[in-house]
């Protein structure tokens, strides 16, 4: 990846401004002239590297960076910011059998996309008499009232709520990606493995699900 379209390369200003946004999807300009509020959804991509180098945590090649600087570096995407990201994926190096093709043809797109179509169906299906179709667009009191997943399922999430490694708002964003695994898995309701899934996809941590929970879907 080059050295500058890295979300670290911008300044922490510019990256901190996204947050409104990304949460109201809509952006409010103030000027003189007065204050407008024009419509702003997007779908937030960041890539970053593990230090200045890129070469952190990498085998096989060394990385001169000091922890201090590596710790700078990565403390320039903000907490806040962060918080407001759903997937989190560590990304390693190509490596060369995967670069030559010898681990055989990945899933198609067009295999992947009907997947996709199929959860999104079942999504809107569920949703057909709100005023929302995803499961992106939930807002956060209906998922803890009315939508919510298996009886127990939310046992980890909330154990990481309570040594906080979870905030209130990281809740909503990890029941609203565990609805989307669900919908993916033909699930009528999140089940603890779901549920657990989606906090690996935010926090990178493998969960270890008891299996009397899977049973009960
Ligand atoms: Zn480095």
């Known amino acids: 990846m080059g050295k500058d379209d890295e979300a670290p390369e911008f300044s922490g200003q510019v990256l901190d401004a996204l947050r409104q946004p990304l949460e109201s999807g809509h952006v409010v300009v103030a000027r003189s002239a007065g204050v407008m509020r024009m419509p702003a959804r997007f779908l937030l991509m960041l890539a970053a590297n593990p230090c200045p180098c890129g070469r952190h945590g990498q085998l096989g090649e060394g990385c001169d960076c000091s922890p201090s600087a590596i710790r700078r570096y990565q403390a320039r995407l903000s907490g806040p910011l962060l918080d407001r990201v ?11 059998a995967e670069l030559t093709g010898q681990e055989g043809p990945a899933e198609s797109t067009a295999r992947i996309a009907a997947r996709v179509l199929e959860a999104r169906e079942r999504a809107a299906a569920r ?7 995803a499961n992106g667009e939930v807002p956060g009191h209906e998922l803890r009232t009315r939508w919510h997943p298996l009886p127990g399922a939310l046992k980890e999430a909330e154990r990481d709520m309570e040594c906080g490694l979870l905030t209130a708002r990281g809740l909503d964003r990890v029941l609203r990606v565990a609805w989307t695994v669900a919908d993916l898995a033909g699930h009528d309701r999140p089940d603890a493995d779901d549920v657990a899934q989606a906090l690996y996809l935010r926090t990178g941590v493998i969960r270890a699900v008891p299996a009397v929970t899977g049973a009960a879907r």
């Open 86 to 96: 759903d997937l989190r994926v560590r990304v390693e190096a190509v490596t060369r």
């Open 127 to 133: 949703y057909k008499a709100a005023p929302w179709s």
